[in-house]
């Protein structure tokens, strides 16, 4: 099974991401591009490899058993911006890389460790992909819609992490969450 780990906005938001995106839209450069549909909209900690269906119980076990005294925290939203650099041909909200967040993200990376699950190395990018331009001829430098947002724009509230798997379907991919880790913080 292919999976990710993955944190998904709240409803404010969402809404906030939403605005932005009405707003962009309006703009000729964004008129080819593909947004993400709101239910997928999710910043990644770490892409998994190809692992069986019955590591996900001791690896959800494991992730809890680890996680669960961070407490939830906050991630500012810097702003939208092309990603990761300007003729990439994605379109993303990208957030501040907070101590929290990179703790969260060491943490999860150590029970994969110990799990010996194969997940992609790279460098923690905090973003959400908000859309992406076609392949295919045309321009791909989304520099015209870098977008700074409002002081008062909701940050990432992070309170929970997913496990969410990436299933094939006609037209590209559906995903959908197989276990929630809740961060609950010390007594």
Known sequence: ???????YPDADLLTALQGIRRELAER???RTLRWTPANRLHLTLCFLGDFGDALLGPMTARLQESISGLAPFEVPLGGVAPFPQPDSGLLAACFTHTAALAELRGTVCRVLDTMEVDYDRKPLLPHITLARAPRRGGKRDLSGLRMQCAKDTPPLRVE???????VPVEGGMHHETVATVALVGKD
């Open 160 to 166: 929970r992490i997913a496990v969410v798997r990436s």
């Open 1 to 7: 099974m292919r999976c990710f780990i993955a944190i």
């Open 28 to 30: 000729p450069q964004a």
